[in-house]
C-alpha cells in the first residue's frame, strides 16, 4: 500500500539552528499539506499546495518559515531559525485533492532546546 | 477561536461496550466531517467521513452522526475492542476551500 513518506522522523535541534523536513507525498497526489501539532492539540494547517503553487500559506510564521515544492511531487519545510516554541510534530500528507481522502505520513518529531 | 472542540480529553470503555466520541463545531458554513485515528508514533489515519447532507454513516463497527442543528457529531464504535485505543480526532472542512479544522482529540482506551 502506498504510504507518504517523511524524514527524518525525529529530530534535535538547538534554538536559532536551522532545520529542515522533508515529504514524498502519494504517488499521483497533486495536493500536499504540512500541518503542526503540538501536543495535546489537533493538527494546524500550516501550508497546502496544489501541484507546485501554495494554495494557503496563511497560518505560516513566514518570517521562519518556508516551503517549497519545485516540480510538484516532494515537498521540503524549512525553519530558520528555530524557537523552543517550536517542538511539535509535523506531519505532511497528500490527498488527490477535493474531498478525497487526506493521507498522513508518521511525522518529524522537533525538539528545540 | 477554537472552531472544532472535543470537549472529552480522554474516555476509557470496556471490551466490547459502546464507545462514543463527541465533537462540536461553530462554523455553520462546514459540510464535510471526517474521523481520524491516530496510534503513538504515527500519524492520523482516515476512519469514517459524513457529508451534511445525510445525518449518519456507517462503516462496519464504526458510525457516525450528523446533527446539524446542534452543530455536534459523534463517532459509535460497536464492540469496542483493545486495537481500538488511541486517539480520535475530528475535523470539518467547508467545500471549496477544503481547509481541515481539526479538534484537540480524544484518547480512547478500551479496557480488556
Known amino acids: 500500500e502506498a504510504e507518504v513518506a517523511q524524514s527524518p522522523r525525529y529530530k534535535i535541534t538547538e534554538k536559532s539552528q536551522a532545520v529542515a523536513f522533508w515529504c514524498d507525498p502519494i504517488?499521483?497526489?497533486?495536493?500536499l499539506y504540512w500541518y503542526r501539532q503540538i501536543l495535546g492539540q489537533g493538527p494546524e494547517l500550516l501550508v497546502q499546495?496544489?501541484?507546485?503553487?501554495?494554495?494557503?500559506d496563511s497560518q505560516l510564521p513566514k518570517d521562519r518559515f518556508s516551503a517549497e515544492r519545485l516540480k510538484g511531487v516532494d515537498s521540503t519545510l524549512k525553519i530558520q531559525p528555530a524557537e523552543l516554541g517550536d517542538s511539535a510534530m509535523y506531519l505532511c500528507?497528500?490527498?488527490?485533492?477535493?474531498?478525497?481522502?487526506?493521507?498522513f505520513g508518521p511525522g518529524t518529531r522537533l525538539l528545540v532546546l | 477561536d477554537q472552531q472544532v472542540k472535543q470537549n472529552s480529553p480522554s474516555l476509557s470503555v470496556q471490551e466490547g461496550r459502546i464507545s462514543i466520541l463527541n465533537c462540536d463545531y461553530t462554523?455553520?458554513?462546514?459540510?464535510?466531517f471526517l474521523w481520524y485515528k491516530k496510534y503513538p508514533a504515527e500519524g492520523p489515519t482516515f476512519l469514517i467521513s459524513?457529508?451534511?447532507?445525510?445525518d449518519k454513516n456507517e462503516d462496519g463497527r464504526f458510525t457516525v452522526f450528523l446533527n446539524k442543528s446542534a452543530k455536534h457529531l459523534s463517532l459509535h464504535i460497536v464492540p469496542s475492542q483493545p486495537g481500538d485505543s488511541a486517539v480520535y480526532f475530528c475535523?470539518?472542512?467547508?467545500?471549496?476551500?477544503?481547509?481541515?479544522?481539526f479538534g484537540t482529540g480524544t484518547r480512547l482506551k478500551v479496557l480488556a
Open positions: 499546495f496544489q501541484d507546485e503553487s501554495v494554495v494557503d
Open positions: 462554523n455553520s458554513m462546514f459540510d464535510y
Open positions: 459524513i457529508s451534511s447532507i445525510k
Open positions: 500528507a497528500s490527498s488527490f485533492g477535493g474531498l478525497e481522502t487526506q493521507y
Open positions: 475535523a470539518a472542512l467547508t467545500s471549496g476551500t477544503y481547509k481541515y479544522i
Open positions: 504517488s499521483g497526489h497533486a495536493t
